[in-house]
């Protein structure tokens, strides 16, 4: 048996390899944590700054709520409004930046959204006519719990700078270090948070306004079940209550791959979740195809407004005229599979609500003559459009064209002349 000996030069070289390598890694640890220190100090200045300009944010929310109590006119309304708003949208982005975040800090978070919707809903009303003595009511309740939050968060700067309190890291967090130490931002914002009062309900139509639904009327299971087999291709014994909301107003049912849901008011919405592999059909014979289909469930009339390809389906979305007005608050969208021409989607969800009644006082001449400055008047229809509490509003479409030829939608009053909404494309 032989040994194989290691030369004295090959020791060599295989010690100043490994130190060469060690002497590398070393350089490139050492580089590493530079930039670790570099990141770190980073995230803490981040936070800082974060929860610097949470505060600085929740003074401005409370000086500009506080301006609702002395705004006079509706100029002045119409701008405190949007300096709410634009405040509102400040504290809420500063406070998403903070490294942590709580089930308690909902609280602070709703208020400020709250606050925010509230002068966002009330801007266009508040230019008219000014503030009513509720609304700024609502503003002055707003504005002392803001300040309240305002106070808390500069007593807990003060700590910060003092060093009683410690800004979290979100470093250990990740890691899922256990924190000895108990005086973080973070306990002390959630212990206060915990013991803050829920904001005031106020009634207005926005997305967090108090007022209650009216009870949805229940739907009679033979009805809906009859309603549903003309879509689920079967009969109405065999289809299948897949689901049915608390109060009764809404029951799903099901065959096979189709799932309908129905409501007191008749057919809202149907789903197909079979796989469509192929496109054989024309866009032309797709919307024939669901003109056909949506005849058959008494669905006429309709105008197409816009289509849009999703894989091998069709989308379509229509609206009913009603007195010569195309109602674009009662939207029919439905999915037409392209390889045999079936609905494999319909919603019907936003064809009710309550008609909108005009006089029409606006007229179309009239119309035309109040097309904005540097738009190119294309053409003009009657609408409807669905205002902020839900009702339709009768309008003028101007459907025009801008200097670059793209296409701009203004929507007219037809009793007021007044704009009510403008879309772009």
């Known amino acids: 048996m032989f040994k194989h000996r290691i030369s004295r030069r090959a020791r060599v070289r295989i010690v100043s390899f490994s130190g060469a390598a ?9 580089v590493c944590w530079g930039h670790l220190r570099i990141y770190r100090r980073q995230t803490a200045v981040d936070a800082d700054r974060a929860f610097e300009e949470t505060v600085n944010a929740l003074n401005d929310l409370s000086a500009s709520l506080q301006k609702s109590r002395y705004a006079g006119d509706g100029a002045m309304a119409a701008k405190v409004c949007a300096e709410i708003y634009a405040d509102a949208g400040r504290a809420g ?13 909902e609280r602070f978070k709703h208020f400020i959204s709250l606050s925010g919707d509230y002068a966002y809903t009330l801007c266009r009303e508040a230019a008219e006519q000014g503030f009513s003595d509720e609304q700024r009511g609502n503003m002055v309740g707003l504005s002392e719990r803001a300040s309240e939050i305002a106070r808390e968060l500069e007593a807990m700067r003060g700590e910060l700078r003092d060093g009683a309190l410690t800004m979290d ?26 013991a803050f009062p829920e904001p005031q309900p106020l009634e207005y139509h926005g997305q967090y306004s108090a007022q209650e639904e009216e009870a949805a009327e229940p739907v009679d299971e033979e009805e809906a079940r009859r309603i549903a087999a003309t879509l689920l291709d079967c009969e109405p014994e065999e289809a299948e209550l897949a689901a049915k909301t608390e109060d009764g107003g809404r029951l799903m049912l099901s065959f096979g791959t189709r799932t309908v849901t129905v409501t007191a008011a008749g057919l809202e919405q149907m789903r197909d979740s079979r796989l469509i592999s192929e496109s054989s059909l024309s866009h032309r014979e797709a919307r024939a195809a669901a003109e056909e289909a949506l005849r058959g469930l008494g669905i006429e009339g309709l105008r197409w407004e816009k289509s849009e390809r999703e894989g ?25 599979a392209l390889d045999d021409g079936a609905i494999c989607s319909l919603d019907l969800s936003r064809t009710g609500g309550e ?35 839900g009702r339709s509003i009768a309008c003028w479409e101007l459907r025009c064209l801008d200097e670059r030829g793209g296409t701009v939608r203004v929507y007219l009053n037809a009793d007021s002349g007044r704009q009510e909404e403008i879309l772009i494309g």
């Open 22 to 30: 060690l002497l590398a890694l070393s350089l490139f640890s050492a």
């Open 93 to 105: 982005t500063a406070l998403a930046a903070l490294p942590f975040s709580t089930v308690e800090m």
């Open 169 to 194: 890291s979100r470093e250990a967090r990740i890691a899922n270090i256990p924190e000895e130490e108990p005086a973080y931002l973070s306990a002390r914002m959630g212990d206060w948070a915990a």
């Open 312 to 336: 091998n389906c069709l989308r379509l979305f229509g609206s009913a005229e009603n007195d010569g007005a195309a109602g674009l608050d009662r939207e029919i969208a439905v999915e037409v």
């Open 355 to 389: 008609t909108a009644e005009s006089g029409w006082a606006l007229s179309e001449w009239k119309a035309m003559d109040l097309t904005p400055p540097g738009l190119l008047l294309q053409r003009t229809r009657k609408v409807t459009l669905a205002g902020a509490d």
